[in-house]
Structure formats: structure tokens, C-alpha cells
């Protein structure tokens, strides 16, 4: 789902509904379903609508209590149980406990069907809206919302792999849902019944229906020598706004297709349904949205393959979802528009994210739904984590390779994966160690903040990178990453040089650049989610300099200073731009400073004398 509002808000699937809702009740129960038949009454003129849900399910061990979901403001009719209606029930919180007039062996299959009844005004996951004047009524069931306008197992880890939705509402309006519309035929009293199927596995966060007055609009593509059908539920009066936008999506999906895999859906459809929200939901097969932009389309889109086809086990784990799918917006942008704009879109991220100094990938209050979908950190730092294996990797092939095997793996194609499935994939994947980067990027909170001092010989165009870091947040002292800068000359000359950091304070020899550096640019195409507290060039010639010597230097415990003239203030500070230590009225041609206690790492010492103001560098070992 695509962060979105002026800007990409906080996803509206979450904030639309209490902040405060708490999560469903996760059933550990004795049988898994595997088919849904849900057949709803929604009239967009009506705040009622009632429904009945038939699961069929396969017992997993012996079974007398059938537990289900069902949110207390959703009012239980019947429940049938081979055509035979079972009284014997009972209510805890959203829990609905049915006693079976028999005990079931493990390896049954068998079906139960619940019937009931609400009122849009207690739903968190059914509401009524207009558009122009003309009612529409939409669903959502992220993250756990489905059970307020339907019978059902709410969970993550329980996807059926057939579902039919038939929805009965007046003859004016269209019902939008998952998989291939079958039929709409008449229901009387100037009703009709639309039904459509769905034969790929899918949980019950990723269903949903929205009925009003649409106009289609319809595409195709072929993938695979496969014709997919792209259907588009549109509001009739907005519809020529959006037109252009929709246009692309059949190249869209050649694109992520051809990156990902094959359009996990290609024997239903794509498609779109307009709603009232400002964000959007990726049903599968069917996204629902407010506005056909760039990024939120493509964002949708990708969730077919993240998210739907491969689902994050947890919400502790969504960045599998969200930050991918986030990220297949830039890898779009990158595409259509080239590498500047890429490059901007990642500079956009990376200062969003570094707005604040805590705060990481992994979601450790999967409880609350606005720090589920926040939007800096499942989103934003999600996607340029994910950009960032792709920069540590440095090799697009296997980049995409690992990606597309990732999405199509036996394990999880159609099923779920938390964060450490997707350590130990891709850990096997490149044959290298991921620990460090899933512990600073993922599981720790913050970023690198660095300072870089880059030394040049006299003269020449030998160069001495030192850097310092250290992390925005007590979790990670600092950060593992590779890291560029962009070497400058005079005469326009530009060279990218990368650095593997994996300490505190590291220093790099550069001696092979063919042109005299006059400037550097540190993270210049925003590949790592930093901040640069300071970023100095220096030449040793300031300390060649007869008038002014500091030595040792490098400094353990004792730096003397030697001057022609007599030496007004003295001022050290770090590569932060921190003053570590101040003297003025000094008067002397001499001084010492004890340097015991100072860090190790570079330090700027500036010296003021009658005749100027030197600057100079020194090392503290």
C-alpha cells in the first residue's frame, strides 16, 4: 500500500480508521481454510449490509471448537453447518467460538457457512463516501479490518487459494473485486448480483469490494505470449484526468515482468477501482485508489509481486512489502526519466529519513498501525535499504537475479517470508555474510553521520581520505556501507572513487586520480542514508609552512606548537566542527597542549598569530 497525502501520507488504509483500533485476536486453531465463498449485500444508499461467508477448511488436528473472526459490532444471523443450523455459539471480543455437533479428524476437509449483518457507521473496514454527488460504498481489510464487515480468519498466515465474491447491490452501480468477473446477472426488486473468482492464493487483507457508478476504461498486455486483461473502475466525471497516467501501465507490468517474473496474475487480470481514500490498497488483481499518479500506481503495481505473491509473514516485517514496493517507484523513475531524476528521488528519501535520528526498518510495535505504515520508516527508509543492496552489491545482474529468484522461490512464492527468510536467501543467494547490514540497516534505528577530511599532498594529487562516523542512535555506533565521493579538478575534471566502510575512523589512500583535485563531493548520487556533519579538503602545505610547526603528528599525548612569531589564540576542533579546546592570549612562540585525553581521529587546529590566521590538521592516535 502507497503512503500517500499531499505528498505521500501516511497510507489511508490505516489512518482513516482509529489510530487506536488494536490488533485482532491471531486464532491458533485446528484447521486451515482454504476457500472462501463470501456473498455480500451493499447498497451505497444504505449504511446496513449483511453477508454470509461458507469457509471450506482442512482440519489439522481433531476439531470440536471452530474458532473465527468476527469483530463485535458485526451481528452473527445463522450459522449452517451441513445444512443444519447450529445454535451453540459464543462471543469473546472478535472471536466467534462454534461448538460442531461432532468431532472432526485431523485431515477432514469440510465447510461451515456464517451468516451476518452490520451498520457502515461501527465498520473500521467498510464505509460509505460520495463522489460527485453519487454514493459509493469500499472496503479495506489491512491490517486487521476485515473482520468488521465480514466473517473470516483474520490473520497473515493463512491465505485460501479460491475465493468467490458475489455481490448483490442496485442494478445503476458496478461492484469492483479480485480475480475475473463471471457473471453479473439479475437479483430482483432492481438488484444484481455480480460474482467474480479468484484461483491464486491470497490472505484476507488483500480482498475487497467497492461499488458505485462506475465507467470502465480498459487496456491489455501481453506477457509470455499471455493477453492480460487491464480493467479500470473509474469515476465517469474524473476519468479523463486519469486516462494518460493509466496508459502506461501495460508497460509497467513488461517492465517489472521482466525484472521480477512474470505477472503473478496473468491467467485473471490488472486493474484499478477508484475510491474516496487519498492512497491506495493493492487487492490483487485489483488495486484500489484515489488518484492515478506516477508513484502510487507504480507502487500498487509492484506489490503484486511484493507483498502479494511473496507476503511479509509479520507486520514486524512489512519493509518486505512496503519498502520494495517503494522502491520499484525509483527503479521506474530510473527508466523512464534517467539518472538525474533517480538521483533526485533518492535525495528526496535520504533527507526525509535523516530528519529524524531514530528509528528502524524492522517494526518492533506491529500493534500499532500507524508505526506499521509510517511513512519516513516502512516506506521511505524501506525503499532506499533495499537501494542499498543494491549499491553494496554493485552488480545490477545479480541484483535483479536475486530479486526475481526471490519472488519465484518454491518457499515462498504464495506463501509468506519474514525478515530473516530473506537474510538467510540472500545470504545464499551471493554466498556472502549480510549480518552487519541487517543489524545496522534493518534491525537498528538511525544513520551514519560523517566527517570527511580528505589530505592532498602538496602540489600533486595524492590523496589521504579520512573518515569519522558515528550513528544518529545509541543502537548502532556505526554503520557498515559502502560510500562514494566524487573527486573534482580545475579544469572540470570529475572521478567517483568508493570506499568500504566498516569502522569508526578508516583512512584511504587515493594516489592514481590524473588531475589535480580542487573539491570533493561525498554521497554524491544519494546511494546511502546518511548526513554530513563536515566534509574538508586540506593540503599539507599549510603544514609545510616554515612559520607555523605542529608536531608529532600524529599526536599521542603531547602536541607542540612552533612559531616565527608569537602566537595570539589557539582553537582545535573536530571534523564535526566541535571545539575540543580554546587559548587565547597566549603570547608565546611555544606552546604545548596535552592531548591525552582526546579521541582518536583528525582534528582541525586553527593558530592565530599577529600576521594571520593558519589552519592546519593533525591525527590523534
Not at 459490532?73 to 450459522?79: D, T
Not at 509468506?416 to 545470504?427: G, P, S, V
Request: charged share 20%.
Amino acid at each position: 500500500m502507497k503512503n500517500f497525502l499531499q505528498l505521500f501520507f501516511i497510507l489511508t488504509f490505516s489512518f482513516v480508521f482509529s489510530q487506536n483500533q488494536t490488533e485482532g485476536t491471531q486464532l491458533d486453531t485446528d484447521y486451515k481454510p482454504v476457500y472462501y465463498r463470501l456473498e455480500m449485500n451493499l447498497n451505497p444508499n444504505q449504511q446496513a449490509f449483511s453477508g454470509t461467508t461458507t469457509v471450506h477448511f482442512n482440519t489439522t488436528d481433531e476439531l470440536s471448537l471452530f474458532k473465527i473472526n468476527a469483530r463485535p459490532n458485526l451481528n452473527i444471523q445463522s450459522i449452517t453447518y451441513h445444512q443444519n443450523t447450529i445454535s451453540s455459539y459464543t462471543r469473546a471480543g472478535d472471536v466467534l467460538n462454534i461448538t460442531l455437533p461432532e468431532l472432526l479428524p485431523a485431515g477432514k476437509l469440510d465447510s461451515i457457512s456464517i451468516s451476518f449483518s452490520g451498520n457502515a457507521s461501527t465498520s473500521t473496514g467498510l464505509t460509505l463516501g460520495e463522489h460527485a454527488g453519487v454514493p459509493i460504498i469500499e472496503t479495506i481489510a489491512q491490517p486487521w479490518h476485515a473482520s468488521s464487515w465480514w466473517v473470516c480468519k483474520d490473520d497473515l498466515i493463512d491465505k485460501v487459494t479460491k475465493l468467490d465474491v458475489y455481490v448483490t447491490h442496485p442494478n445503476e452501480f458496478k461492484a469492483a473485486s479480485n480475480g475475473l468477473l463471471k457473471s453479473v446477472t439479475p437479483a430482483g426488486n432492481e438488484m444484481s448480483t455480480t460474482h467474480w473468482q479468484h484461483n491464486y492464493a491470497i490472505p484476507v487483507y488483500l480482498i475487497g469490494i467497492a461499488v458505485t457508478n462506475y465507467a470502465e476504461y480498459n487496456n491489455s498486455v501481453v506477457i509470455g505470449g499471455t493477453t492480460i486483461p487491464i480493467i479500470n473502475y473509474l469515476y465517469p466525471e474524473t476519468m479523463s484526468n486519469w486516462t494518460g497516467q493509466l496508459d502506461q501501465v501495460p508497460s509497467h507490468i513488461q517492465f517489472l515482468s521482466e525484472k521480477f517474473g512474470e505477472y503473478p496474475y496473468k491467467n485473471e487480470k490488472y486493474g484499478h477501482a477508484q475510491w474516496n481514500r487519498n492512497g491506495g490498497m493493492e487487492h490483487s488483481t485489483m488495486s484500489f485508489m484515489g488518484k492515478f499518479t506516477f508513484n502510487l500506481v507504480v507502487h500498487e503495481l509492484a506489490h503484486m509481486w511484493f507483498g502479494d505473491k511473496v507476503t511479509c509473514a509479520t507486520w514486524h516485517d512489512i519493509w518486505l512489502n512496503e519498502g520494495f514496493a517503494d522502491y520499484c517507484t525509483g527503479l521506474m523513475t530510473e527508466y523512464y526519466q534517467g539518472e538525474q531524476d533517480f538521483n533526485s528521488w533518492k535525495s528526496t528519501r535520504v533527507q526525509e529519513i535523516t530528519s529524524q535520528n531514530g528509528g528502524s526498518v524492522y517494526n518492533p510495535d506491529a500493534d500499532s498501525e500507524s508505526r506499521t505504515f509510517n511513512s519516513r520508516l516502512t516506506y521511505k527508509k524501506g525503499s532506499m535499504v533495499v537501494h542499498l543492496i543494491r549499491f553494496m552489491m554493485n552488480d545490477d545482474e545479480l541484483f535483479y537475479q536475486t530479486l526475481k529468484n526471490w519472488v519465484n522461490d518454491s518457499g515462498f512464492s504464495w506463501g509468506y517470508a519474514d525478515t530473516e527468510d530473506f537474510k538467510a536467501f540472500i545470504e545464499v543467494q551471493t554466498g556472502n555474510d549480510w549480518t552487519d547490514y541487517f543489524n545496522d540497516w534493518i534491525y537498528g534505528e538511525g544513520h551514519p553521520i560523517f566527517n570527511i577530511l580528505v589530505d592532498k599532498t602538496p602540489g600533486g594529487n595524492e590523496l589521504t581520505v579520512h573518515f569519522s562516523q558515528s550513528g544518529s542512535h545509541s543502537s548502532v555506533p556505526y554503520f557498515h556501507t559502502p560510500f562514494e565521493i566524487e573527486f573534482r579538478g580545475s579544469g572540470g575534471q570529475k572521478e567517483i572513487r568508493r570506499f568500504e566502510i566498516s569502522a569508526q575512523q578508516q583512512n584511504f589512500e587515493v594516489n592514481d586520480l590524473g588531475f589535480n583535485v580542487t573539491s570533493f563531493v561525498p554521497n554524491p548520487n544519494s546511494d546511502v542514508v546518511c548526513k554530513i556533519a563536515s566534509s574538508v579538503l586540506s593540503t599539507d602545505e599549510l603544514n609545510s609552512d616554515s612559520e607555523i610547526k605542529i608536531y608529532p603528528n600524529p599526536v599521542q599525548n603531547l602536541l607542540n606548537i612552533e612559531s616565527g612569531v608569537q602566537i595570539r589564540q589557539i582553537e582545535i576542533t573536530d571534523l564535526s566542527g566541535k571545539t575540543i579546546y580554546k587559548k587565547s592570549k597566549i603570547n608565546q612562540n611555544q606552546f604545548e597542549i596535552q592531548t591525552r585525553n582526546f579521541s582518536k581521529g583528525v582534528y582541525i587546529i586553527q593558530i592565530k598569530t599577529d600576521k594571520k590566521l593558519q589552519t592546519k590538521k593533525f591525527i590523534k592516535e
